[in-house]
């Protein structure tokens, strides 16, 4: 598939997976929206499961008896609100869910997810009504920013409940040099990645088709991390963990980000394996598929923490597509990136029985030779 072609089907499939409101704490709610999604663009994957800590799995079967599992991680839930009070004059109050950047909420838009969806927006005094004159350096917390719906008390209280969850206006927007910006790239976009490698290996007649392939939609990564938690219950040969990372930007840091159209990239970290990182990293070089890689020495903030961390702990290899803006209403990212990690699962997926064998051999235990006495 040629990145032309990958290229109209990353706005599709980004545009439909990012439609979906998930905020965290949310996703069981919207588990049959994203299976009737997913099905409509990949016949791929032959069986669904929704999971008691509100992820999903589609898993497509090789046919081959008791064939090595790979897994694909892409959490679902992204970061959000949560309505705390409702106040007189249609407004409401609203307490973050997730790390959000409170500096970029004035005059922003918001959905409130109640018996419908409500349009609001974060508003402040104007500048000619502030009481002083430092007013306008303060920096009020999330829950002190109140949000106008424009309804009337009643059909605000007839639509809207405290509990109920609110997440920014969904507005993509395709920019120059195929750059695309909107809503919940974290972690829609790798989502969308994941269902992209699902259709070119669908269409792959050279795919040899060896190995189980179960694709989680995590919940709960913005907030807990329940979803990744319960992942290492699936007993996978090995995981490729999903995430954005930070785009490389004026204000940071080169070890800590990527450039934008250079590839996707790999984390190497004290909870990812390093074998299976070498694997996935050597497949798409082998393959020219452009990849970087990065040191994250403690870890990753990902889900590989907590499957490494869990029972019969899964070798975990981190893929992350860079973004700028991360945890705002327009975050953004090079369809190029997305491009590269399609096709850098692609690889995984090739070469995943060999893999497994090579993390095989990494776990042999040589018996010593007696000790003479």
């Given at each position: 598939?040629?990145?032309?072609q990958a290229k109209k089907l990353i706005k599709k499939?980004?545009?439909?997976?990012?439609?979906?409101?998930?905020?965290?704490?949310?996703?069981?709610?919207?588990?049959?929206?994203?299976?009737?999604?997913?099905?409509?663009?990949?016949?791929?994957?032959?069986?669904?499961?929704?999971?008691?800590?509100?992820?999903?799995?589609?898993?497509?079967?090789?046919?081959?008896?008791?064939?090595?599992?790979?897994?694909?991680?892409?959490?679902?839930?992204?970061?959000?609100?949560?309505?705390?009070?409702?106040?007189?004059?249609?407004?409401?109050?609203?307490?973050?869910?997730?790390?959000?950047?409170?500096?970029?909420?004035?005059?922003?838009?918001?959905?409130?997810?109640?018996?419908?969806?409500?349009?609001?927006?974060?508003?402040?005094?104007?500048?000619?009504?502030?009481?002083?004159?430092?007013?306008?350096?303060?920096?009020?917390?999330?829950?002190?920013?109140?949000?106008?719906?424009?309804?009337?008390?009643?059909?605000?209280?007839?639509?809207?409940?405290?509990?109920?969850?609110?997440?920014?206006?969904?507005?993509?927007?395709?920019?120059?040099?195929?750059?695309?910006?909107?809503?919940?790239?974290?972690?829609?976009?790798?989502?969308?990645?994941?269902?992209?490698?699902?259709?070119?290996?669908?269409?792959?007649?050279?795919?040899?088709?060896?190995?189980?392939?179960?694709?989680?939609?995590?919940?709960?990564?913005?907030?807990?991390?329940?979803?990744?938690?319960?992942?290492?219950?699936?007993?996978?040969?090995?995981?490729?963990?999903?995430?954005?990372?930070?785009?490389?930007?004026?204000?940071?840091?080169?070890?800590?980000?990527?450039?934008?159209?250079?590839?996707?990239?790999?984390?190497?970290?004290?909870?990812?394996?390093?074998?299976?990182?070498?694997?996935?990293?050597?497949?798409?070089?082998?393959?020219?598929?452009?990849?970087?890689?990065?040191?994250?020495?403690?870890?990753?903030?990902?889900?590989?923490?907590?499957?490494?961390?869990?029972?019969?702990?899964?070798?975990?290899?981190?893929?992350?597509?860079?973004?700028?803006?991360?945890?705002?209403?327009?975050?953004?990212?090079?369809?190029?990136?997305?491009?590269?990690?399609?096709?850098?699962?692609?690889?995984?997926?090739?070469?995943?029985?060999?893999?497994?064998?090579?993390?095989?051999?990494?776990?042999?235990?040589?018996?010593?030779?007696?000790?003479?006495?």
């Amino acid at each position: 598939m040629t990145f032309s072609q990958a290229k109209k089907l990353i706005k599709k499939i980004y545009a439909e997976l990012a439609s979906i409101p998930a905020v965290s704490g949310d996703e069981e709610l919207c588990a049959e929206k994203v299976k009737h999604t997913v099905e409509s663009l990949t016949d791929f994957f032959t069986e669904f499961s929704a999971l008691p800590a509100g992820g999903m799995l589609f898993t497509h079967r090789c046919g081959i008896e008791n064939a090595k599992k790979l897994l694909i991680d892409a959490h679902f839930d992204t970061v959000g609100f949560a309505v705390t009070e409702l106040l007189d004059g249609g407004f409401v109050r609203v307490s973050p869910v997730g790390g959000v950047d409170r500096r970029l909420l004035f005059a922003s838009e918001i959905e409130i997810y109640g018996k419908k969806t409500v349009k609001g927006v974060f508003v402040s005094n104007p500048p000619h009504l502030s009481k002083n004159s430092n007013d306008s350096d303060a920096l009020p917390q999330i829950e002190d920013i109140p949000v106008d719906t424009g309804l009337s008390d009643k059909a605000l209280r007839d639509t809207v409940s405290v509990g109920d969850t609110a997440g920014f206006v969904f507005s993509p927007c395709e920019m120059l040099n195929d750059i695309l910006c909107g809503r919940s790239m974290d972690n829609r976009i790798c989502a969308t990645a994941a269902v992209l490698s699902a259709i070119m290996l669908s269409q792959d007649e050279e795919y040899r088709d060896e190995c189980d392939i179960i694709l989680s939609l995590s919940s709960a990564e913005e907030v807990n991390g329940t979803g990744g938690a319960y992942l290492g219950k699936l007993c996978a040969d090995a995981a490729v963990v999903l995430d954005v990372n930070f785009g490389r930007d004026k204000d940071i840091p080169e070890n800590v980000s990527y450039n934008f159209g250079e590839g996707c990239g790999v984390s190497y970290s004290c909870t990812t394996s390093r074998a299976f990182s070498d694997c996935v990293v050597n497949g798409a070089r082998m393959r020219d598929i452009p990849i970087c890689t990065l040191v994250e020495a403690k870890h990753t903030g990902t889900n590989a923490h907590h499957l490494a961390n869990a029972h019969l702990a899964t070798p975990c290899a981190v893929l992350s597509i860079p973004e700028k803006y991360m945890h705002q209403a327009h975050e953004t990212v090079d369809m190029k990136d997305v491009y590269s990690c399609a096709r850098t699962l692609c690889a995984v997926a090739y070469d995943f029985p060999d893999s497994v064998s090579e993390l095989e051999k990494c776990r042999v235990i040589k018996k010593l030779p007696a000790r003479e006495v």
